[in-house]
Each structure stands twice: as C-alpha cells, then as structure tokens.
C-alpha cells in the first residue's frame, strides 16, 4: 500500500477526533481513548486474507471499556520506560497498569511495588477512591461517615472510634451527653438513681438523694414509715430504722411504738385503802378484780369486765383479813380468804360463791394468825395453796411456810419451810402442774426458791434482801417453766433468771430506788420480761407512783410512767395473750379502782 495514503488516513484521523497515531496516552486502565493502530507489515498476513500481498491494516478503536492493552508501542520499556499510571514488567519489557513509585499515587497515598498499588498511608484510610484521616470527626477510625452527633457537646475522634465531649453540665455514657442534674444520670452516673416506692429520686448535679412522702422519714438511704404509729410526739432516724423518742400525754412508749394507755373506772368508790388488789384475766382477756371496799364493813369484792361495764359481787360481807383469786379453766374465780387462825376456800356456782372451811392438820392445837394465803389452780384446774402464819419454833418465834393441794373433797398440806420467818411468799405452777415458789427468809435475809418434785421439795438460795425490806418478791414461770425473779437487794429493785441449762444469770438492776413495793412480774420465754411495781415515797411507805419495766431487746430495762402523777396504793398486773400488760390499782387519791391497759382504749 502506497506509505502517503496511510499518513494521509492518520493526519485525517488526528484532526477529526484530537486522538493521537501510535501511542498510547499512558493514563492506564478505566480511559475513554480511542486508540489508532497503524501495522505497517511487510510480514504474511494472519488474518483471512488469503493473498501473499503486503497488506495494511488499519484499525481504528473507539472503546470506552476498559483498556487492557498493555502495549505501549513499539519498543522495550526497560530501555524506554512507561508513562503514566504504569509500570514496567522486567520480564517481558511491557508496561502492566499499577504503580512502581509514591509520585504516581494521589494524596496521602504511597506505592505499595509489591502489588503496585496504591494504598493509604498510615493514619489514613479508603473512602469513596480517597483516602482520609482516622482521626477526622468526618470519617474516625476506619468509618466513611461522620461521628453521631449530640445537642449538649461535640463529637471527637481518638484515631480508632469516636466518642463526645459533652459541654459544662453534662457527662458522656455510652457516646451520648446526659444532665449530670438529672435522677436519671446523676453526676457522673450513667444509671438511674435508686427508686424508693414511698419517696422520689432526686439529684443535686453530684449525687442522688430521695425526697419521702409525707408520712415517711429517710433512714438508712431508704423511706421508712415515721413516726411508726400513732401518738408520736417526737421520732429519730437511728441507722436504716425510724425510731420514737417521746409519746404524747395519754400514750407509752411500748418496744418500738407509742401505745395507747386506756384507764377504766372498776370502782369509784373504793374508800378503805387497805389490803391488795388482785388482777387476773381468763382465757379472752377478760379482766377480773378482787379487792376490799366499804371501810365500815370491810367488805370483799370480786367485779369482772361484762362487755363493758362492771359487774360485782360480794364475796364476804365483813371481817375481811388476807385474801388472794385465781380463775378456774372456765374463767369463775376461786378464792382463798383467811381471818386470824380461820381460812376459807370459796368457789363460784354461777349464782353465788359456796364457802367451805379449811383446816391445816400440820397446826391442830394451835391459834396462829396468818400472815399470808394464796391461791394458784394449774392448768387441769387443781387448787395450790401457800400458807404462813405465826407461831413458835423451839421457843423463838418463826413463821413457817405450808402448801397444800387439793385432791377431790380433799387437801393434802405438808412444810415447805418449817422454821425461820418466812416472809412475802409467791406461787406459780408449771405447765405439768410442778408448784414452785418464791420466799424471804428474814433469818438470813435470802432470796428462796423451792420447787415441789412430789417427794418433796428442792430449795435454793438465788439472792440476798436488803435489810428490813421483807415484804414483796415476785416470781414467774415463762413458757419453758424456767423462773424469773425480782425482789429488793442493796442495790435496788433487781431481777434474775434461770437458763435452760439451769444456769443462774448475774442480777440487772430495773431500778437503782430502793422502795419498790407491790412486785409483779411476767416473763416470757422469747419476747422478754415485764415487772410492775410501785416507786413509793419513802422505805416504809406502799404508796407511790406505777412503774413498768420492759426488758429491751438490747439488754437492761426501760422503765416506764404508764400514769403519771397519780399516787397508788395497791398494784397488780396480769398479761394478756397480746402480750401487753393489765394493771389493777388503787387510786390513793381518789379513792377509785382502776384499770389500766396498754395498747387498748
């Protein structure tokens, strides 16, 4: 072919398209060339011509794929090199698309000549064909979208993941920026701040607190409920507890609340003033009272609580000496009454009180005054009953101390003490109808417990009495039928207890006064023990103001003014099946019988 025409196609080509003859543009693969190949061949021709002539071939390309020729022309590349995003294969001299220098990669790019590529440098990393910084809020880490953003601070970026630095008020939990005031994030919590079902979580910007209802106090980072009851004057947060520290008028400060104290009229007309009171509830909590009235006939009276008002009866019309009552198992009272040397034993038919005379065997031929007679029934409704009397022991005078037990029509009396001055006697029967019972021996001033075995008697001295201070003992059996004591020594009122194990306990002192007088006691097996006594004027006197002893739970006693100001000059107590105490007492000023009842109007 005619070598002018060729150059003349091309020359024609060049200035239609402004594509360049014989060459390749260099800028690799992805271009939008049109490539012009001019073969100028003097070789046989492979294509399908079948002639033998010199051919020229022309071929004009316009691809817009991409471009896969790595031919840049004639000639070797390791003598000429390659231009544009190529490299040279030493191998086989061609340009192959790919880097071989850092110059050839774009910005924060650098060739990688083992895969002739080009990679982001380090701190940088690929998006969208560019490469971007990890530490760029628009793209942190190996992310290709800005960090999240948030109303109260602005998003940073450590080079690895993103996070917030929140503004002045506020703290960052979990990447989001929350009220450092709120409960709910508090300070720098990143949790609520504890929940209390009777106050509201609050938050001072550093830390939580909680505001109670009304009604509730905080105790202990919790809402209790204060004051715990009513008739509160005065309450105290003690650790996590809500504690009362004064009543008002009318109401105890009983354990942990303030109880009610209820004082009903018995009788208003009590104008002797002499001889005990005597207080025993049935199995309801019924209450029922003996006590001598009328100074002029000295009468004996038994009243009980009939759903609200009292009723009473006379037991003896006149000539009243000791006496004492307890309540068979249907709840009638039975009465030991006893006059100088005569002793009576009464029971009640439901109409009247039949009266029989009793005689003890163990004083036959004799004319003694008795100084005491008491009377207990156990738990099958048999009679105990505790004597002293006056008499003469070997020439000296003495008071010995008898028990006898009923059995049917008849009573069987034996000595317990049967010498000494046997003062202030007291009697319980435990619950498989053992008697036990308490006792001044003023010979040697002992504290004296005996208890019946059937055979006899077991005695011990538990303690010692203050001089010239005789008169009262009290004794109980708590649910495991171990006994308590309380009486007067030289320190004051004091109480001791005897364990399972038959191990005396050391004395605690209830009270530090010396002229406590009508002793009661009740004693439980868990819940501790309650004594009732009189805190009299002077050492020689039975009236005073009523005390209650409580044995705290901590140790030692509080004691209790359940009726302030009033002056008494009898007292006795009786626990209901509440557990709370019943006081029977004559009011010395009024010449009233009354009771008093804690926790019950």
Request: charged share 25%; aromatic share 8%; proline share 4%.
């Amino acid at each position: 072919m005619n070598k002018s025409f060729v150059l003349t196609a091309c020359i024609l080509f060049a200035a239609l398209s402004s594509f360049h003859c014989g060459q390749n543009d260099g800028k690799g693969t992805g271009d939008s060339d049109v490539d012009l190949d001019l073969d100028l061949d003097t070789d046989t021709d492979t294509d399908t011509d079948s002639d033998a002539d010199t051919d020229l071939d022309l071929d004009l390309d316009t691809d817009t794929d991409t471009d896969t020729d790595t031919d840049t022309g004639t000639g070797d590349c390791r003598q000429t090199g390659c231009s544009g995003l190529r490299y040279c294969d030493l191998a086989t001299g061609k340009c192959m698309p790919g880097c071989a220098f850092d110059e050839q990669c774009g910005d924060n790019q650098h060739c990688n000549t083992r895969k002739h590529s080009c990679d982001c440098n380090d701190g940088f990393h690929e998006c969208s064909g560019s490469c971007v910084s990890n530490s760029s809020v628009q793209h942190c880490g190996s992310l290709c979208k800005p960090c999240p953003a948030d109303p109260h601070g602005d998003p940073t970026c450590d080079g690895t993941s993103c996070a917030v630095a929140c503004d002045d008020g506020f703290h960052e939990c979990t990447g989001k920026c929350f009220d450092d005031t709120s409960p709910q994030s508090c300070g720098n919590r990143c949790e609520p701040c504890p929940a209390d079902p009777h106050g509201e979580a609050t938050c001072d910007g550093a830390s939580c607190a909680i505001v109670c209802n009304n009604g509730y106090k905080l105790c202990g980072g919790a809402c209790r409920q204060c004051p715990p009851g009513d008739g509160v004057e005065f309450f105290k947060c003690m650790g996590d507890k809500c504690e009362v520290e004064f009543c008002k008028e009318g109401y105890l400060l009983w354990g942990e609340t303030c109880k009610v104290v209820g004082v009903k009229e018995v009788d208003g007309s009590v104008n002797d003033g002499k001889g005990k009171v005597v207080l025993r509830l049935d199995q309801s909590d019924t209450a029922n009272a003996l006590y001598r009235s009328d100074s002029a006939a000295a009468r004996l009276y038994w009243a009980h609580d009939d759903n609200g008002s009292w009723s009473r009866k006379v037991v003896e019309s006149n000539n009243v000496g000791l006496y004492d009552m307890d309540l068979d198992p249907d709840g009638n009272p039975v009465v030991l009454h006893a006059v100088m040397s005569e002793l009576y034993y009464l029971t009640w038919n439901g109409a009247a009180f039949d009266k029989v005379k009793l005689e003890d065997p163990l004083i036959q031929g004799q004319y003694p005054s008795f100084s005491s007679a008491l009377v207990r029934l156990d738990r099958s409704g048999v009679s105990h009953i505790v004597l002293t009397y006056t008499s003469t022991c070997g020439g000296w005078s003495c008071e010995p101390l008898h028990h006898a037990l009923r059995n049917g029509r008849d009573w069987n009396f034996e000595e317990v003490v049967p010498e000494g001055l046997n003062k202030s006697p007291t009697i319980e029967i435990g619950s498989g109808g053992e008697p036990s019972l308490a006792y001044v021996n003023s010979v040697d001033k002992g504290i004296f417990l005996a208890k019946g075995t059937g055979n006899g008697w077991d005695k011990e001295k538990v303690g010692t009495a203050r001089d010239n201070n005789y008169e009262y003992v009290g004794l109980s059996l708590d649910n495991n039928d171990q006994p308590h004591l309380v009486y007067v020594d030289s320190t004051g009122l004091v109480y001791r207890w005897r364990d399972g194990g038959g191990s005396w306990h050391p004395t605690e002192i209830v009270d530090q006064s010396s002229n406590a007088k009508w002793l009661s006691i009740h004693a439980f097996a868990s819940s501790g023990t309650v004594i009732a006594y009189v805190a009299a004027e002077y050492a020689n006197s039975t009236k005073g103001t009523i005390k209650l002893a409580r044995h705290a739970e901590s140790g030692g006693f509080d004691v209790l003014d359940p009726l302030p100001g009033v002056t008494v000059s009898a007292l006795d107590m009786d626990v209901g099946s509440d557990g709370l105490p019943r006081l029977l007492a004559r009011d010395d000023d009024g010449h009233r019988l009354l009771l008093i009842t804690i926790g019950k109007d």
